[in-house]
C-alpha cells in the first residue's frame, strides 16, 4: 500500500537522489512523513552503495512481451540514473538486436558465459543507452541446452558468472527463452527475483502452473531466497471486456504481486526494435514509452521501500 500510495510522487528519482535520500537519516525521515514510505527499517542506517539485484524475465509461453519488457523496462530504469545489465539468454537474440547490437560482430557472447567458462566481464558491452549495459547472445547459445547437460553444475553457470560482476549494477535483468529448459533454469537459480510478464489474451494462464511448479522446485534445491518480483501486463486494452476477464484471473493466480502499471499494445513498441532502440529512444512521447516509465516507477518505489508486492488495482 505504502508503495502504491508513494509512486506517483517519486517519479523517476535519480540514482543519486535516491542513494542520497536513503542514506541520510533525516531525509528518511521526511520521506515518510512526506509520502508515508518506512526506509529506515529496511534499510537499517547502512550506506546503500549498489543493490546489485538479478531479475529474471520469464514466462515459457512464446511472444508474450519478454523481450519487449526487458529491453524498455532496463532502458527505462537506466534513463532514470541506475547502472543496468541486461543479460540477453534466449538464442533468439531479440533483446540484442532491440538494443542495436550487430551478433554476427561479438567474439563472447552469454553462450561462452554459459558454456565456455569466459568471464561475464568480457561478453558485456556498452551500449549507446545511458546507464545500459547489455551481455548479449548469439545463434550459439541454441546448443547451449544440450551442452549444458555435460557439464557439472550446470544449473549454476549464470550464477556463478554474474555474481563477479553483479555489484557493479543496481539491477541486472535476464531476458529468457519460450522454454523451461536448461537455460531458463539458470536464470532461477541466478536470480533474487522473478518478473512474469502475461499477455492479456485467451489462455494467457496456460502453463502458469508449470513455471511456478519450476520455481518450486528451484527454491527447493538451490535458491531458497527467490521471489516474485511481479507480474506485468502486456498488450492491454482495457476496452475488452477479455482483458478485464484476464486480469481478473490473473490477480487471482497472483494475488498482490500484479504491477498497476500495465502495457497497452502500441506500435511504437513493436516499430522501435527493428531501429535498434528501445522505445523511449524511438518515440520519447509514445502511449509504450509512457507505459514503461509507469512501470519502471512502480518497480523503483517497490525496491526503494523494500516490498516487492503491489497493491491490487
Ligand atoms: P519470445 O517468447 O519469442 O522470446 P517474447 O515473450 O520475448 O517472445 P516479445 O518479443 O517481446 O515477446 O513480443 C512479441 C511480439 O509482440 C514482438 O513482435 C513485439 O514487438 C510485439 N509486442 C510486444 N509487446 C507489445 C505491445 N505492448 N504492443 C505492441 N506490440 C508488442
Ligand atoms: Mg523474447
Avoid: H
Amino acid at each position: 500500500m505504502k508503495a502504491a500510495s508513494s509512486m506517483s510522487l517519486l517519479l523517476f528519482v535519480s540514482r543519486e537522489t535516491f542513494f542520497e535520500y536513503v542514506n541520510s537519516s533525516e531525509k528518511a525521515c521526511n520521506l515518510w512523513q512526506e509520502y508515508g514510505i518506512m526506509v529506515d527499517s529496511i534499510f537499517d542506517g547502512e550506506e546503500l552503495t549498489s543493490m546489485g539485484k538479478v531479475i529474471a524475465i520469464v514466462n515459457q509461453k512464446g511472444g508474450v512481451g519478454k523481450t519487449t519488457t526487458a529491453v524498455n523496462l532496463a532502458a527505462a530504469i537506466g534513463s532514470a540514473g541506475y547502472r543496468v545489465l541486461l543479460a540477453d539468454i534466449d538464442p533468439q537474440g531479440n533483446a540484442t538486436t532491440g538494443l542495436g547490437v550487430n551478433k554476427k560482430q561479438l567474439t563472447v557472447s552469454s553462450y561462452e558465459v554459459l558454456i565456455g567458462g569466459a568471464k561475464s566481464s568480457d561478453a558485456i558491452i556498452a551500449t549507446q543507452f545511458q546507464n545500459l549495459w547489455l551481455m548479449p547472445s548469439s545463434m550459439n547459445l541454441a546448443g547451449a541446452e544440450l551442452e549444458l547437460v555435460e557439464l557439472s553444475q550446470r544449473e549454476a553457470k549464470m550464477k556463478s558468472a554474474l555474481a563477479l560482476v553483479r555489484d557493479d549494477y543496481d539491477f541486472v535483468f535476464m531476458d529468457c527463452p519460450p522454454t523451461l529448459g536448461l537455460i531458463t533454469i539458470n536464470a532461477l537459480v541466478a536470480c533474487d527475483t522473478l518478473m512474469v510478464p502475461i499477455q492479456c489474451e485467451y489462455f494467457a494462464l496456460e502453463g502458469l502452473s508449470q513455471l511456478m511448479g519450476t520455481v518450486r522446485q528451484v527454491k527447493r534445491l538451490w535458491n531458497p531466497l527467490i521471489d516474485i518480483e511481479g507480474v506485468a501486463l502486456t498488450m492491454y486494452d482495457g476496452r475488452l471486456n477479455l482483458t478485464q476477464a484476464v486480469v481478473d484471473e490473473v490477480k487471482r493466480f497472483f494475488p498482490r504481486r500484479v504491477y498497476s502499471a500495465v502495457i497497452p499494445r502500441n506500435v511504437r513498441l513493436s516499430e522501435a526494435p527493428s531501429f535498434g532502440k528501445p522505445v523511449m529512444y524511438y518515440d520519447s512521447l509514445s502511449r509504450g514509452t509512457m507505459s514503461y516509465k509507469d512501470l519502471a516507477n512502480e518497480f523503483l518505489a517497490q525496491n526503494a521501500c523494500g516490498e516487492q508486492l503491489s497493491s491490487p488495482q
